[in-house]
């Protein structure tokens, strides 16, 4: 079962809308199956940890709003969209090369070839700023500043890291843009490969995304 | 002093990185850690400073165990100079830079200068106390990043390939003041490289890691000159071991090679 990257990009922009049309028993079931999709692509510890980094961000999120008032159910109804909304695009990257969507971005959706590449780019570039801020706090604490005292000193290691890693960033982006250049990076980068082909999984999954999107329409027929 | 105690490390399951390691490194000595790229060099030295745990095995140093403890624990103990040194630099100055670790140790100003100035001037980066360290050359962020290590008086330094990027002058620089450091103030050096014309001119022990596996520990001239399959450890003769083999002399470096042909033409 292969869904090309055009239809990856509908479904996650639906389930964005889903989240606010749809039930919130049917926005469950939604998060149930991105679970299961994501732990059948990739169940190894990074996806156990990505998927535990959201829901701990969800879960302060749903702190956040009771904090500013609201009750219970609606800040875990809320907590959950949102989820639901971030899991989607954690679906659509861990199934689809970068590259497709660039291209499918540019082919498709007609995003003129910079942003596309910039989006795509920002998005190559987590690995390694993950990396080289592991590394930063690594040599932090071998000069002696332990985090291991409270959350806040662990916070703190973090504005130390910030700086050097947005310095190596910039430095990183120069080399980039100069490699591009040399190797004559324009408008046509992401035209001259060929067009990802549909199949019968793709309009199946756009099906279901054209009447679950009307759902509020023909429910309100049926009813 | 630092031992390894039959360590085994992955960093993935089923992936051993390092298998069934036995080591131990005596206070003063100087060793070179070999071996090719993914042999698990970094990753012994990582052990010891405790940015990693061992699956199984014990790592020591001084005689105790760190399996409970964090680099900082052992940071003026040890001091590690990573392989990128862009990635170490904290601070805006040079002067502060080299500051950080004696600070976070919370010594008092007048030492941290101090500490700090030694430091500096043991690198030559006084000049330079207080430029951008980002802006400094290559060599000279290496040497930086060394001058940290050393700001906080450690008895060990564990330097992660250091020679690399360093044009010739910048080297020997280097490589003798380490040398100067190890024989006057007893400093331990443990020195991860691919240079082995410094492993044989400057490291009195080399221990060689294949596939996570030690498959070597002993002096650089038995390694070197001795009949051990260093090419197929994705290790290479130094020019003068394979000079001197052939003119059946020992010598560690080219002067050694000439001073000892000299004498057998006499």
Redesign the interface.
Known sequence: MKITAFSWIIITLAITAWVFILPVKAVATILVLQLVLLLYVKHNRMMLAAIGGLGVFTGMMVLLQMLFGSSLTVSLIGGLRMLVMTMAFLCMLSTTKIQDIAKTLVDRFHLPVEYAFMLTTALRFVPNFLE?SS??L?????????N?ANALQHLLSYV??I??LV??AV?KSETLALSMELKGFGANTYKNMPREQFTLWDLLALLVVVVLSTYPFWAKYFQ | MLEAKNINFSYRRGVPVLQDINCKIDDGEFVALLGHNGSGKTTLTRLF?A?DHPRSGQILVDGNDVVKM????L??KI??V?Q?P?????ADTVFEEVA??PR??KLTEDSVKKQVDDALEAMELTDLSQSYP?LLSFGQKRRLGVA??LA?GPKTLILDEITNGQDQAEKVKMMEYLQALNEKQGVTIVLITHDMDVVRRYARRALVLTDGKQVFDGTPKDLFEGSYPVENWGLRRPLASVLAAAFQVSAGNCHEFCAAVTKEAK
Do not use: H, W
């Open positions: 080289d590394v930063t690594d040599a932090q604490s071998c000069r002696g500043y332990s291991r130390v890291v700086r050097p310095m190596r430095a | 400073m940015l964090e680099p900082a624990d940071a003026d001091g590690y990573f990128n862009d990635l170490q630099i904290l950080y670790g976070v140790k980002r940290s290590a906080l």
